[in-house]
């Protein structure tokens, strides 16, 4: 569609059992555009100013249950080249329906449609200089650093009853949501992921600030994620 091109992430559940599942997107672009420009002449972009809440990946891109804000009321994060350092940022709480990268003097960008999904990660490889970015819309999380391997041990997967399908704008069937009763206590981060009943919408912004709160408050409990 002209500059624009479009892809779509479904997925339903035939079966008869309750399907566990996370996706999401792993683009990358390269960095800069052109040979006028450094890696400094570019930023990420939101739509509107953000404060969002980071989730620790530091484990080599595994979770270790920290959480902590790094930007506050900041439209723009410029691009460095020690900006990934530590590894990707994984944000919750977002309200932005965009996030692009952009080159600063021309207005040139790549912006990706984020909106409906429960988190966003920026990334890239360790190399000085940066040669791509990553902008990573998700619906379910990585594990953490102590997770088991299995899926059903995995407490921030997001379900499908049968019959069930999920869209990041929603999708027909039965919404889906997280695990009835996790294996063991951890960091509850069900409302950012599961899609409201039918019959009781609620708004993205609402559970993405419902969840932003309670990473909040776990910040200092060092939760264990599944």
Not at 180 to 189: E, T, Y
Request: net charge neutral; hydrophobic share 35%.
């Amino acid at each position: 569609d002209g500059k624009t091109l479009h892809h779509t992430l479904t997925v339903s559940n035939p079966g008869a059992e309750e399907l566990r599942f996370g996706i999401g997107y792993h683009p990358a672009f390269q960095v800069p555009f052109d040979d006028s420009h450094t890696v400094e002449d570019y930023e990420f972009r939101f739509d509107q100013p953000e404060s969002p809440v980071i989730l620790d990946a530091s484990g080599g891109g595994l979770l270790t249950g920290k959480c902590y804000y790094q930007w506050k009321n900041q439209q723009a994060i410029q691009l460095t080249n020690d900006l990934f350092d530590n590894d990707s940022f994984c944000m919750a709480g977002l309200r932005t329906r965009t996030l692009g990268i952009y080159e600063k003097d021309t207005g040139r960008s790549i912006v990706c449609d984020v909106a409906g999904f429960p988190y966003t990660l920026i990334w890239s490889a360790l190399s000085k200089p940066v040669r791509f970015v990553c902008i990573e819309p998700w619906n379910s999380l990585p594990a953490s650093v102590e997770d088991a391997p299995e899926w059903n041990q995995r407490a921030a997967a997001a379900c499908l009853a049968p019959g069930g399908g999920w869209g990041p704008r929603g999708a027909a069937g039965a919404p889906a949501r997280p695990p009835a009763s996790p294996a063991h206590p951890g960091m509850d981060l069900s409302s950012s992921r599961d899609s409201p009943p039918q019959s009781a919408p609620v708004s993205a912004h609402r559970r993405r600030a419902a969840a932003a709160a309670r990473l909040r408050s776990s910040a200092g409990r060092k939760p264990r994620l599944l």
